[in-house]
């Protein structure tokens, strides 16, 4: 059974900083991509930052420049540190992974919970 647990949501002024963090745990032989996405209330889910297990990143257009994402592989958890955050920044947000069991020969993808963000003053 694989888990993807979310932390560091929270309530923030306009401008501040916000670090979230997701783990994956369970019986994981690989973890390819990982990312991040959000969901706004009457909004369709969309992608705000990946990262491949080499490192290399993709973000939205409308967070370049404030968020970086990162990944500790050997914790299996990736990293999303936001900065200089705004109110249209406000959604729940979500971890996503493609990984490898023990029990699959091919990647599967698995979402967290979500955890919710709030840019308000």
């Known amino acids: 059974q694989v888990q993807l647990v979310e932390s560091g949501g929270g309530l923030v002024q306009p401008g501040g900083s916000l670090r979230l963090s997701c783990a994956a745990s369970g019986d994981i032989v690989r973890i390819y991509a990982m990312g991040w996405y959000r969901q706004a209330p009457g909004k369709q889910r969309e992608l705000v930052a990946a990262i491949t297990s080499g490192g290399s990143t993709n973000y939205a257009d409308s967070v370049k420049g404030r968020f970086t994402i990162s990944r500790d592989n050997a914790k299996n958890t990736v990293y999303l540190h936001m900065n200089s955050l705004k109110p249209e920044d406000t959604a729940v947000y979500y971890c996503?992974?493609?990984?490898?069991?023990?029990?699959?020969?091919?990647?599967?993808?698995?979402w967290g919970q979500g955890t919710q963000v709030t840019v308000s003053s």
């Open positions: 996503n992974a493609d990984l490898r069991t023990i029990a699959t020969i091919q990647s599967m993808n698995y």
